[in-house]
């Protein structure tokens, strides 16, 4: 009975607590609605989710998740500098191809996510048979060494969190 009702309850957990931070404050009113959305949303969407993503390393997701928000806090000061200090024709934009050892669709969009989170880099298009990711970098001289910290950083970690 309980699953019927929450048939992701990770996923009300995160809606009610977006909604609280959302609403810029814990209040009685404010936990209701988001208990409602959480509900309701998992409910009406439950036809989209086939199945649910396996996640085996529920540890591994925290870890995940300090990286990306490191990650994410020194992108902005890289990406202040180049645009406080470089000149546009210094700059080595170019689009990367990341090839994907993953074949999972919840860890491939996850990757797609975090790259288009990170300040000077964004996610533009997967391959048609899924084995590569297309990657535009605001500065890339080396893009052999982005590549490399994208598989290693990201999609080494997410393989350990689906695998």
């Not at 309980?2 to 048939?7: G, Y």
């Not at 529920?58 to 000061?77: K, Q």
């Not at 298009?125 to 052999?144: C, K, N, T, Y």
């Given at each position: 009975?309980?699953?019927?009702?929450?048939?992701?309850?990770?996923?009300?957990?995160l809606l009610t607590?977006?909604?609280?931070?959302?609403?810029?404050?814990?209040?009685?009113?404010?936990?209701?609605?988001?208990?409602?959305?959480?509900?309701?949303?998992?409910?009406?969407?439950?036809?989209?989710?086939?199945?649910?993503?396996?996640?085996?390393?529920?540890?591994?997701?925290?870890?995940?998740?300090?990286?990306?928000?490191?990650?994410?806090?020194?992108?902005?000061?890289?990406?202040?500098?180049?645009?406080?200090?470089?000149?546009?024709?210094?700059?080595?934009?170019?689009?990367?191809?990341?090839?994907?050892?993953?074949?999972?669709?919840?860890?491939?969009?996850?990757?797609?996510g975090t790259i288009?989170?990170?300040?000077?880099?964004?996610?533009?298009?997967?391959?048609?048979?899924?084995?590569?990711?297309?990657?535009?970098?605001?500065?890339?001289?080396?893009?052999?060494?982005?590549?490399?910290?994208?598989?290693?950083?990201?999609?080494?970690?997410?393989?350990?969190?689906?695998?």
């Open positions: 009975m309980l699953a019927r009702l929450l048939p992701h309850p990770l996923l009300t957990l607590l977006v909604w609280i931070l959302l609403v810029n404050g814990p209040s009685a009113g404010s936990l209701l609605m988001g208990l409602g959305l959480g509900i309701v949303l998992p409910l009406l969407t439950r036809s989209f989710w086939p199945d649910r993503p396996v996640v085996r390393a529920p540890l591994r997701v925290v870890e995940y998740g300090l990286v990306v928000l490191w990650d994410i806090c020194v992108a902005n000061v890289q990406v202040a500098y180049l645009v406080l200090f470089k000149r546009p024709e210094e700059l080595r934009s170019r689009f990367l191809v990341v090839p994907l050892d993953t074949r999972i669709p919840e860890a491939i969009v996850t990757l797609a288009t989170m990170t300040p000077g880099t964004v996610s533009c298009d997967i391959s048609a048979d899924g084995r590569s990711l297309l990657v535009h970098a605001l500065d890339a001289p080396d893009p052999e060494a982005v590549v490399a910290t994208i598989k290693q950083r990201y999609e080494r970690r997410l393989l350990e969190i689906f695998g």
